[in-house]
């Protein structure tokens, strides 16, 4: 065989391979690298933040402390609030002691006008010395009869904060009225004893 016939049986055999094959020898392999430059960050899936529910406002007005406060009757042994006895009426707080003359000669007042008018009174030892034996007593001895009760020294704290320190000076004779809405005012103190029919006047019954 000559070299040209040689050559050509050489190409065509290439030829004949290459196309069984599919390959093509001069193409590069294609790259399936990614591309250059930073890869991107996945973003963290996070939970919404709690949040703390705040209730809706209910409409109700609310109670006073020293109407919630619960009182208990030094005779009966009967728990009650203010609350619960202004429904009823208008209700007056004394801060008083037993040791009190100027608390006595109001107490006698206060029994006057009970006769003359419907109101509710309750009368509160301050005195954190005494006991609700002394007071039960007393209350019986004077002929009393209404709530007595024995303030505590947080209730005492209260009504020093809330009316100044003359609601816990006995002989000042102070006079709180709580009205059947849950106003609370007090009287003007020091002014000496009440007569009944002031008394009346004064808590709007007259």
Do not use: K
Request: with cysteine.
């Amino acid at each position: 065989m000559n070299p040209t016939t040689r050559t050509v049986s050489v190409l065509a055999m290439a030829a004949l391979l290459a196309a069984c094959t599919g390959a093509t020898p001069s193409q590069p392999a294609s790259s399936t690298s990614a591309p250059s430059g930073p890869s991107p960050r996945a973003t963290p899936t996070t939970a919404p933040s709690s949040t703390v529910a705040t209730p809706s406002p209910t409409g109700q007005v609310a109670v006073d402390e020293l109407l919630a406060i619960t009182l208990t009757d030094v005779r009966s042994g009967e728990a009650f609030t203010l609350a619960e006895l202004a429904v009823d009426g208008p209700v007056l707080l004394e801060p008083m002691a037993v040791w009190c003359s100027n608390c006595r000669a109001q107490q006698h007042e206060v029994l006057r006008a009970h006769e003359a008018a419907a109101f509710i009174s309750v009368s509160l030892d301050i005195d954190l010395s005494e006991t609700p034996d002394q007071l039960a007593e007393y209350a019986d001895r004077e002929g009393f009869d209404w709530h007595f009760a024995m303030a505590d020294a947080a209730l005492y704290r209260l009504l020093q904060e809330r009316f100044g320190i003359g609601a816990t000076n006995p002989p000042l004779t102070p006079l709180i009225v709580i009205e059947p809405d849950g106003t609370v005012r007090p009287l003007e103190f020091g002014r000496g004893t009440r007569t009944a029919e002031q008394l009346i006047d004064e808590l709007g019954l007259g």
